[in-house]
């Protein structure tokens, strides 16, 4: 690694630069296979989407896996909320080949890690559900994430999820 690097950190891809938000400053970032970049932040995963990249929170990264040279990325979208609650509802894995990878597999995994404060798993009428706590990045907050099986009946998670979200805003704790 050269010294400007060491020193200034890596370079940033300009899809990705224009991007950023005034305090962010990108940790990693790598080449894909197929054209683009992936880059890591402080505020979340850099991901090529069309012609530039976009940002994924760190709060709604559901799940990312390393293996051989693929980081594969389940993104969460909100689906609903109850209360301060929200519903989570995973979108498709999608596949990012980094042939040199640096540091974004542990910083990733550092990441989406640190972001949870808490969780639960909940059997329910028709499945289960997780509740998760999870950092809001950028802030000092904090959400309540409920991401229900499929067949799990929403109106009782609903109710649960905004029960538990208001015990947590009170100071109630953390578990649902």
């Known amino acids: 690694m050269s010294v400007w ?5 890596p370079a940033v891809p300009d899809e990705i630069r224009e991007r950023l938000a005034a305090d962010e400053h990108v940790l990693a970032a790598a080449a894909t296979g197929t054209g683009g970049h992936v880059a890591v932040s402080a505020l ?3 991901v090529p989407d069309g012609e530039g990249a976009r940002r994924i929170g760190w709060d709604l ?12 990325v389940t993104e969460a979208e909100v689906a609903d909320r109850a209360g301060e609650a929200l519903v989570l509802r995973d979108l498709p894995p999608v596949r990012h080949v980094l042939p040199k990878p640096g540091k974004i597999p542990y910083l990733v995994r ?11 798993r909940k059997e329910l009428p028709g499945g289960g559900a997780w509740f998760v706590v999870r950092k809001l990045p950028g802030t000092d907050g904090a959400v309540l994430q409920v991401r ?7 109106e009782v998670v609903r109710g649960i999820a905004e029960e538990a979200a208001a015990k947590l805003a009170n100071g109630g704790g953390e578990r649902a």
């Open 5 to 9: 690097r060491r020193i200034f950190g």
């Open 44 to 46: 979340g995963l850099w």
């Open 61 to 72: 990264i559901s799940k990312a896996q390393w293996g051989g040279d693929v980081l594969t």
């Open 110 to 120: 550092q990441r989406v890690e640190s972001s949870i404060r808490s969780r639960y």
């Open 148 to 154: 229900p099986d499929p067949g799990t009946d929403p």
